[in-house]
């Protein structure tokens, strides 16, 4: 802890997505530039501000035995919650005895609002998720890693069944892309890699003032002035298939690496029928339609690296076994070389949460399984595809344990003396069932995350 002169140190604790870890950087800025210091264990904290995700039950509960563990082990630490979570319940926040404060959202002045020791700066107006990020100071660092991630948009119009995130966050609001580029510019002078993120980016714009050429700036347009003026690699995170345009595709397509060819495309379900409960706008066909387009002319290019995944949900109310056998067969058409499966978890306040004819928790564990196993089975036979050829590596870690990760969204063992923020090309080798790169003696020295 501080001595009692000291500016107070602060403790961050993050759930759920990127969108989130980059709100939590946003808040760390917000509180140094005030003249916080950041501490690296609560144990040494004098606050510790908790951003919380709501995107299942368990994800609220996990938020609150977190405030309840640290509140037995540190009375006298301050306890701060922000977040999804506290948007969709801050009264109960609020009446949790163990919080000192509630901010609903990610508003960083309204955290420093909270820890009336700190300066008032004036660096950053109120910042709120979405347009309001663009009224402050760019983001300098993402203290959390070596691949920075970038918010250009937040909230979504969509309404799927399952899903308190859009409730929590509103609609869909846009970054202007002179702001999101000036932050791009800014982060890679200590990031070798961007991930775009947010929490629908294929409707990135939609939102935004019409150009000169009469239409908003979409995804393309934004990435277009990314690759022109910013020199890290660029990653797209989450986007949905069906919101992949041509541009877009003949973006990733003509950057030779530049931005990252990977796509994590969400499926949730193959089922037309279960994708009518969730409340998704896009059939089966015209999601497997997409990807097959997306994958033919991606994996056609180059060394043929394309890093494709997807989430699905398992176990969805109304999912029997010829819904379930559905998925599966498209997992299995589909050149996925990762998948992230979810067993369906009840949200309340969620359409879904009300919906019959819920699946056995067994049923939907052995259904998570299956689709696990055959996620394991591709990524394993892409992996060997790539054995032999070049990829462009990123090292990230800290100090003794550090990896490097391709473009095509590979996890490479590395064999020599490797920094952090290191970027560098090397062929890869296929050892155990994993896959290795030399690093060269004249990797270019590590930015300093
Ligand atoms: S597309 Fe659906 S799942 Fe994704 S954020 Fe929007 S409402 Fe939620």
Redesign the pocket.
Known sequence: MSDVNDKPSVWFHTFGCKANQYDTERIRQELELRGAETALHADAADIAVINTCTVTNQADANARRLVRRLRRQRPDLRIVVAGCSTSFREAEYHALEEVDGVVPGHDPSAVARLVPELEDSGAAGPVTAGASDASSAPLQRNARGTRAWLKIQDG?????S?????IA?GASISRAVDDVVAEAATLARVHPELVLTG??IGHYGKDLAAGSAGTSPGLATLCERLLEEVPARLRLSSI?ATEIDDRLVDLLAASDGRLAPHLHV?M?SGSDRVLRLM??WHTREAYRARVLAIAERLGAIGSGAFGLGADIIVGFPGEGEEEFEETRTLVEELPYTYLHVFPYSVRDGTVAASLPDRVPGDVAAARSRTLREIGLRKGQAYLETRAGTIADIVVEGRDDRVAGVTGDYLRVELLGDATPGDRFSARLRACDGRLTAVVPASAPAAAAV
């Not at 979504?156 to 799927?160: E, L, V």
């Open positions: 979504c119009d969509r309404k799927c399952f899903c308190a995130t859009r966050r929490i629908h949905e969400p949730q409340r998704r």
